[in-house]
C-alpha cells in the first residue's frame, strides 16, 4: 500500500492542492458571510437568503473540500513517512486546529439558522484572521520544512 501510495505521489498532491484552495476559500468566505448577516432583520427575505447561501456553502463546499484535503494529504503523509519530521508534526496539529475553526464555522452557522446568533459583526471580522494566520503557516512549514 506505501508503494502505491508513493508511485502516486503527484496525483495526490495535485487532488489535495484542489482540495485546500476549495477549503480555504469557503473558510474564508463563510465568515464574511456571517459579517453580512448580523446586519440584516431576523426572519427578513435578505436573512433567509444568507442561511441558504451559508447552509450550501458548508455542505456543498466546505464539508467535501475539508475531507478531500484530508484524505488526499494522509496519503501523501503515509506514502512519503512524514510522521517523524517535526515541520510536519506542526503542520499536522495546525491542521487539526484549522479542522476545529472549520468545527466552529458549522456551529455558527446551525445558530444563525435557528436565529440564535449570538455575536456581532466585530466579533466575525475577527475571527475571519484565524484561517489565514493558520494558512499562512503552513504554507512556510510546507515549502520550508524547517528542522
Not at 476549495?22 to 440584516?40: D, E, I, K, Q
Not at 432583520?41 to 478531500?68: C, T, Y
Request: with cysteine; proline share 3%.
Amino acid at each position: 500500500m506505501i508503494d502505491f501510495l508513493a508511485d502516486h505521489y503527484l496525483w495526490f498532491l495535485s487532488l489535495h492542492i484542489i482540495a485546500v484552495i476549495s477549503w480555504m476559500a469557503g473558510m474564508f468566505y463563510m465568515p464574511r458571510l456571517f459579517v453580512y448577516h448580523t446586519r440584516l432583520e431576523v426572519g427578513s427575505d435578505a436573512s433567509e437568503m444568507f442561511k441558504e447561501m451559508e447552509r450550501k456553502l458548508i455542505r456543498i463546499i466546505i464539508n467535501p473540500a475539508m475531507i478531500l484535503t484530508w484524505l488526499f494529504g494522509l496519503c501523501m503523509a503515509f506514502g512519503q513517512e512524514l510522521w517523524s519530521s517535526p515541520w510536519f508534526q506542526v503542520k499536522f496539529v495546525l491542521v487539526i486546529l484549522m479542522s476545529g475553526f472549520h468545527g466552529y464555522l458549522s456551529r455558527w452557522r446551525r445558530e444563525f439558522e435557528r436565529d440564535e446568533n449570538r455575536h456581532n459583526e466585530k466579533f466575525y471580522r475577527r475571527v475571519n484572521e484565524v484561517p489565514t494566520i493558520l494558512m499562512i503557516v503552513i504554507v512556510f512549514l510546507v515549502i520550508m520544512k524547517p528542522s
